[in-house]
């Protein structure tokens, strides 16, 4: 935790002041610089931020937790840490938390017939994006900032997908909406189980 938290802190250090470590800046120079007494202040905001992002774990504590640990392999994709709560047909609920691309190439690896939420997690900051296990559904979550948009109409959607393509008519596209549009599924709020009308996709 403690290595976590230093690693936050020089984040938040870097970017609030537009400051960047040369390539062969020593060790030492950056402990030194940790330890300091005005730096003191990036360790208590990443302990604070790190703090926030548990609770999430902590309020779903009745499911089993998976950590995947980082393979080494950096990416822009993969930058982002994560929290993935699951809810699969044949595996129950569990919560799946690491690196954005370890965690999705876990979960694709090991399950099928699931549906997940993905926090992601950066600087103190998360967004949220839901996904369907199989390729061609999604999940629409509310488009909260829409204007005009009653409350009672901000709803999750899962449907099929429709793609438009320089090969597809504008008859076949209509046809995919058509039949995205009937067998589209309508929640308040996702369900916190795998339900027998996922199937049907």
């Known amino acids: ?42 360790i208590q905001e990443a302990t604070k ?42 595996k129950g609920n569990f919560v799946v938390k690491g690196y954005l691309r370890e965690v999705e190439e876990y979960i694709e690896k090991n399950y099928t017939h699931y549906f997940y939420n993905l926090s992601l997690w950066n600087l103190g900051q998360h967004r949220d994006i839901w996904h369907f296990w199989k390729k061609g559904v999604n999940i629409y979550d509310p488009d909260k900032y829409k204007k005009g948009v009653k409350k009672e109409n901000l709803i999750f959607r899962v449907r099929p997908r429709c793609d438009w393509s320089w090969d597809v008519s504008k008859e076949e596209y209509k046809r995919q909406q058509k039949d995205a549009d009937e067998r589209q599924l309508v929640f308040k709020r996702m369900p916190k189980r795998w339900i027998p009308e996922f199937d049907n996709f």
């Open 49 to 90: 931020q790190l703090d926030k992002r548990d609770v999430a774990l902590t309020n779903n504590k009745m499911y089993p937790v998976i950590e995947i640990a980082p393979d080494g392999q950096r990416g822009m994709a993969g930058g982002a840490w994560c929290i993935a709560f699951v809810y699969t047909k044949h």
């Open 1 to 42: 935790m403690e290595q976590e938290i230093r690693e936050l802190a020089l984040k938040i250090f870097k970017r609030k002041l537009g400051f960047v470590f040369k390539p062969d800046v020593e060790d030492e120079v950056i402990d030194k610089l940790v330890a300091s007494e005005p730096f003191q202040e990036y």
